[in-house]
């Protein structure tokens, strides 16, 4: 009876866990975790390579930095309401094989330039190795355009619709996709970079090139499983009233009239007179001026949005210099501290943002989502004093005597290039935010002063940095979250687009911040800025909870909606 017991109890273990393993949810999983590595080793990779390529040169980083950023800025809009008119299936799989073919295109390229540079050097005086480096940084930053669209339609939409309309299911989805990026966000750089290392640069192309062929592959076929399990991801709104627009055009003659009203609402005045009108085709320049509509449309609908407030608090916080960007990791170099240690603080620094998530995903059962995001924001304000207060302490650079523009005059006049011998370190180049690349900071790595300085400062400063990711992130995955609730499904695409073009924006901002204050004892200053912009955006989504919650906003509890929904079942998914 015992022995009956146990073998039952393990088959059912065993069933549990291949429903589990077969289900959209972890499939959805397995699908991200494949893109996200992808992506995190490409963006690494590329920003390496176009450094090497230009003579160790930031440049050709900077130039690919600033076109991925105005090219979201500009299409996020268009990209996200491509997203909302049409199929799913449809969006996902082509943004998905246009990002992989783009991304291996790029990488056979390079290895054709990093093989035959010599050559291409010669060629009409240069011309021809200018012209490939024009299509590496145009056919990259395709990719990053169909990453942004696959970004919208899975982690906005897709998730959304697996979840079903279970609030807290869809709240630890959304932490376990975050928990994926924190992973990949320092494991695949450092795999690519020891391909890299260990290897050559065409070696590590030939590898991104290869991951990218086979991972598509693998990605189109989970989609498609996925799709075929949820059959909820069939039905889109928009597609929904299209079709029943269609039916009332395509009405029977002889089926009920209409009022007066609803006859002049549809534009028509009698059945006959709706046949001999024909339909009237867009005009060229209608066409020309859709793509600006959109823009618009999409800017003003995102304006009117009830979590408009709270979107805005989030992209405040891109403008910031505290990240481990290229920008902080630079001024870590320049502080004395080595490619190790920075390496053992990014790891902490991914612990504290998986801490994040769990700490998001307990507030919220015990707080409820609005409030979840007040006490991320508090806590990462509360992390951030440290580094305010590491401006001050001994070991610090900050100098306001200095000119901002005297690094930029001298480094003109003198027209000096980074010499061929200076290492630019593996660690500068993660991928947190897309403008971090564009930084010159890592310019004055070969500036570190050798006589011993406090590293109180320093110190401090990494300690805000790493702390303040717990509310960070817990903070992000709010507002995601706020933004998956309260946007109808018709929009989810064009709102989120625009989401992205605010944190270009902003991201844009704060790499102007840091051409205009390059230099180390400038880097003090940007600290106190970056503090303050954090500030304003956690004062905005405070603004938000307030209009929200109104007197009960430090009241603790869960919401009502959240409260049924804990025992609600998935019926979304098959």
């Not at 930095?65 to 082509?94: E, H, P």
């Not at 050559?119 to 240069?126: A, D, P, R």
């Not at 009117?304 to 001024?331: E, H, K, R, S, W």
Request: glycine share 8%; with cysteine; proline share 4%.
């Amino acid at each position: 009876m015992t022995k009956a017991r146990d073998q039952s109890g393990q088959e059912g273990c065993c069933g549990s866990l291949g429903n589990y393993l077969t289900s959209a949810k972890f499939l959805l999983y397995l699908g991200h975790a494949l893109s996200t590595w992808g992506d995190r080793m490409w963006h690494f990779a590329v920003s390496v390579f176009l450094v090497e390529l230009y003579g160790n040169s930031l440049l050709l980083t900077a130039v690919y930095g600033l076109v991925v950023a105005g090219s979201v800025l500009v299409m996020g809009a268009i990209i996200g309401d491509w997203v909302d008119k049409n199929a799913r299936l449809k969006v996902a799989q082509t943004s998905l094989v246009v990002q992989n073919v783009s991304v291996i295109l790029c990488g056979i390229i390079l290895m054709m330039v990093f093989l035959h540079k010599h050559e291409l050097l010669t060629m009409y005086h240069g011309w021809v190795l200018t012209a490939c480096y024009i299509m590496i940084i145009t056919i990259a930053n395709i990719a990053n355009l169909a990453s942004t669209a696959t970004a919208i339609t899975i982690q906005r939409d897709w998730i959304v619709v697996v979840a079903g309309e279970n609030r807290s299911r869809l709240a630890d989805m959304n932490a376990t996709i975050r928990r994926i990026d924190q992973l990949t966000n320092i494991l695949a750089p450092m795999a690519v970079g020891q391909i890299m290392t260990f290897g050559s640069p065409v070696i590590g192309c030939g590898f991104i090139s290869g991951w990218n062929l086979v991972s598509m592959c693998v990605e189109y076929f989970l989609l498609w499983k996925v799709y075929q399990k949820t059959p909820a991801l069939a039905v889109k709104a928009v597609l929904k009233a299209e079709e029943a627009e269609m039916k009332q055009l395509n009405a029977p003659k002889d089926a009920e009239p209409k009022s007066l009203e609803q006859s002049h609402l549809m534009g028509e005045k009698d059945s006959n007179i709706r046949e001999l009108e024909p339909e009237q085709e867009p005009t060229c320049a209608s066409q020309m001026a859709e793509p600006f509509r959109t823009f618009r449309d999409g800017w003003v609908s995102y304006y009117n949005q009830p979590v408009f407030l709270a979107g805005m608090g989030l992209a405040f916080l891109y403008m910031t210099v505290l990240g481990f960007d290229c920008i902080t990791t630079g001024y870590a170099y320049t502080q004395g501290l080595s490619g190790s240690v920075l390496s053992v603080l990014m790891g902490a620094s991914a612990i504290t943002g998986i801490m994040g998530t769990v700490a998001f995903t307990w507030l919220r059962r015990k707080c409820g989502l609005v409030r979840t995001g007040l006490f991320s924001g508090l806590a990462q304000l509360s992390c951030l004093i440290l580094c305010v207060i590491s401006v001050f302490m001994p070991g610090s650079p900050l100098d306001l005597s200095v000119s901002p523009f005297e690094d930029i005059r001298s480094r003109f006049m003198q027209a000096e290039p980074v010499p061929p011998t200076t290492k630019i370190p593996e660690t500068g180049f993660t991928t947190e935010t897309p403008m971090s690349n564009m930084s010159n900071i890592v310019n004055t790595v070969h500036e570190i002063s050798t006589k011993s300085e406090p590293m109180i400062s320093v110190s401090l400063l990494f300690a805000g940095v790493i702390a303040a990711r717990i509310g960070l992130w817990s903070f992000d995955l709010t507002v995601t979250q706020l933004l998956q609730e309260n946007v109808i499904e018709s929009e989810r695409g064009i709102i989120n687009g625009v989401q992205n073009s605010m944190n270009y924006l902003l991201d844009l901002l704060h790499f102007i911040m840091v051409i205009l204050a390059p230099n180390p004892e400038a880097f003090g200053l940007l600290v106190l800025i970056s503090v303050s912009f954090v500030a304003m955006g956690h004062l905005m989504y405070f603004r938000f909870a307030q209009k929200t919650l109104g007197h009960q906003l430090f009241v603790c509890g869960p919401d009502e909606k959240e409260v049924t929904d804990e025992n609600q079942p998935n019926t979304s998914v098959v």
